[in-house]
């Protein structure tokens, strides 16, 4: 009884936060937010021998999603121009937002109505080829419909999400872990919103991740290396875990990385045709030397430096931080050599979130999807206090609230203390190397 409560409790829940509330009405949506956490941990706890119809009721649930317009996140506004430009013929790597709309352009979809919606109309898109073929694909088919070209991406999403399941219950098999785990994914809210709701393509990228992990424990290299190309081909995250796994593989690393790399290039090239193209590189330079967003050990760093020197050190420390997080991505990556695989790349996350100047709510999808292969928890209360970065969208002018993440991270920080004295210094200590 108590488990068909948790999912009806879950179920009205996502549907009132997502219908009756506007981005700004924070505080009045974050505790059905806080509802549908608590159900999650519930669905979990009860559904061990109920893991079908709990995975079942799971994607109905996105079903109900299809239909809901993206609202806490105006990413898919960008999406969609990205994917008009490309059924016009034109690269939208090479032209920003800006030129469009003020020259002289007559081109079907682009208009002021959905330029005023863009986050960054003066920034080039750095979204990679997937991402963009999605987007092209939704704007081919409904051109001058927003609510039909997000319903088209949603499909993908949901899709990839199948894949995502199919490959998380065979690791967990693997692993000899309780397939329930993987419900911590698929009832997870903030994985739910942010894929479902808010159109974060983190879920493509996921699913071929876990493909890659799945195919290196069956030896089958060839298809570990394609599959991780299909990855970076989505989001370039899963670069970071290229030492891991080239570590792990040792003499066969040579064949996986010319393999993944091949494809890699074939699937950019259609982008960078164009020498203009190759601008986009300076709006993904900003993310180390302008963003700033819910980075709990770099607002500390900042703080302190603006005390020292006057003013947002931001230009000196965000490439810092970037230099340290890839030394120590190379530390957990030979510390780990010999180890889980699947929790490497949790730890490795770990790793480049702290050192992150920009850490979105949809970011923490990865730390969910590979922390089920762990002892470790820490990655479920980051999933819910991540989410209290939206307090900074309470106004028109984006205002992050410092004691929020405050919070957020020193919880964080007190949990992980917690688990590492209590659970052990790293859960891998008593799982068997996967790969040998």
């Given at each position: 009884?108590?488990?068909?409560?948790?999912?009806?409790?879950?179920?009205?829940?996502?549907?009132?936060?997502?219908?009756?509330?506007?981005?700004?009405?924070?505080?009045?949506?974050?505790?059905?937010?806080?509802?549908?956490?608590?159900?999650?941990?519930?669905?979990?706890?009860?559904?061990?021998?109920?893991?079908?119809?709990?995975?079942?009721?799971?994607?109905?649930?996105?079903?109900?999603?299809l239909v809901i317009m993206p609202w806490l996140s105006d990413d898919f506004y960008r999406f969609h121009w990205d994917g008009l430009l490309w059924t016009h013929g034109i690269n939208p790597l090479s032209v920003l937002p800006n030129e469009l709309i003020t020259g002289d352009f007559d081109l079907k979809g682009i208009n002021q109505t959905l330029f005023q919606l863009l986050?960054?109309?003066?920034?080039?898109?750095?979204?990679?080829?997937?991402?963009?073929?999605?987007?092209?694909?939704?704007?081919?088919?409904?051109?001058?419909?927003?609510?039909?070209?997000?319903?088209?991406?949603?499909?993908?999403?949901?899709?990839?999400?199948?894949?995502?399941?199919?490959?998380?219950?065979?690791?967990?098999?693997?692993?000899?872990?309780?397939?329930?785990?993987?419900?911590?994914?698929?009832?997870?809210?903030?994985?739910?919103?942010?894929?479902?709701?808010?159109?974060?393509?983190?879920?493509?990228?996921?699913?071929?991740?876990?493909?890659?992990?799945?195919?290196?424990?069956?030896?089958?290299?060839?298809?570990?290396?394609?599959?991780?190309?299909?990855?970076?081909?989505?989001?370039?995250?899963?670069?970071?875990?290229?030492?891991?796994?080239?570590?792990?593989?040792?003499?066969?690393?040579?064949?996986?990385?010319?393999?993944?790399?091949?494809?890699?290039?074939?699937?950019?090239?259609?982008?960078?045709?164009?020498?203009?193209?190759?601008?986009?590189?300076?709006?993904?330079?900003?993310?180390?030397?302008?963003?700033?967003?819910?980075?709990?050990?770099?607002?500390?760093?900042?703080?302190?430096?603006?005390?020292l020197v006057g003013y947002n050190p931001i230009a000196i420390l965000g490439p810092s931080m970037a230099v340290i997080s890839f030394f120590m991505i190379l530390l957990i990556s030979w510390r780990y050599r010999k180890k889980q695989l699947a929790e490497g790349f949790l730890m490795i996350l770990c790793c480049y979130l702290i050192f992150s100047t920009t850490v979105h709510?949809?970011?923490?999808?990865?730390?969910?999807?590979?922390?089920?292969?762990?002892?470790?928890?820490?990655?479920?209360?980051?999933?819910?206090?991540?989410?209290?970065?939206?307090?900074?969208?309470?106004?028109?002018?984006?205002?992050?609230?410092?004691?929020?993440?405050?919070?957020?991270?020193?919880?964080?920080?007190?949990?992980?203390?917690?688990?590492?004295?209590?659970?052990?210094?790293?859960?891998?200590?008593?799982?068997?190397?996967?790969?040998?």
């Open positions: 009884m108590s488990r068909i409560l948790a999912h009806a409790v879950f179920v009205l829940a996502f549907v009132a936060m997502n219908l009756l509330f506007k981005r700004p009405e924070f505080w009045s949506y974050l505790p059905l937010f806080g509802l549908m956490f608590a159900s999650s941990l519930l669905i979990y706890k009860q559904s061990k021998d109920a893991l079908i119809n709990s995975l079942i009721l799971a994607f109905m649930l996105r079903m109900i999603a986050n960054s109309p003066d920034k080039y898109s750095v979204y990679p080829p997937i991402a963009q073929l999605v987007f092209g694909i939704s704007a081919f088919l409904f051109p001058e419909d927003l609510f039909y070209s997000s319903f088209t991406m949603k499909l993908f999403l949901v899709a990839a999400e199948f894949g995502l399941v199919y490959y998380a219950l065979r690791l967990l098999s693997h692993y000899k872990l309780p397939k329930e785990l993987v419900l911590l994914i698929v009832w997870n809210p903030l994985f739910l919103i942010e894929t479902h709701i808010n159109l974060h393509f983190e879920v493509i990228m996921l699913c071929f991740s876990l493909g890659t992990i799945y195919y290196l424990l069956k030896s089958k290299l060839r298809f570990a290396a394609l599959f991780f190309a299909l990855a970076c081909l989505t989001k370039l995250l899963p670069l970071i875990f290229l030492p891991l796994i080239l570590l792990k593989i040792k003499r066969t690393s040579f064949e996986f990385l010319l393999i993944s790399s091949l494809i890699g290039i074939i699937g950019f090239t259609p982008l960078f045709l164009n020498s203009q193209a190759l601008l986009s590189f300076e709006s993904i330079k900003l993310y180390f030397v302008v963003f700033e967003f819910n980075a709990g050990l770099y607002y500390l760093l900042s703080h302190l430096g603006s005390l709510p949809w970011y923490i999808m990865s730390l969910i999807v590979f922390g089920i292969f762990s002892k470790l928890r820490f990655w479920i209360l980051w999933s819910f206090t991540a989410f209290l970065s939206y307090s900074a969208y309470t106004s028109e002018i984006v205002s992050q609230n410092f004691w929020l993440i405050a919070l957020e991270y020193l919880s964080l920080l007190g949990f992980l203390i917690w688990e590492f004295r209590f659970i052990g210094r790293s859960s891998a200590d008593s799982v068997p190397a996967d790969i040998s």
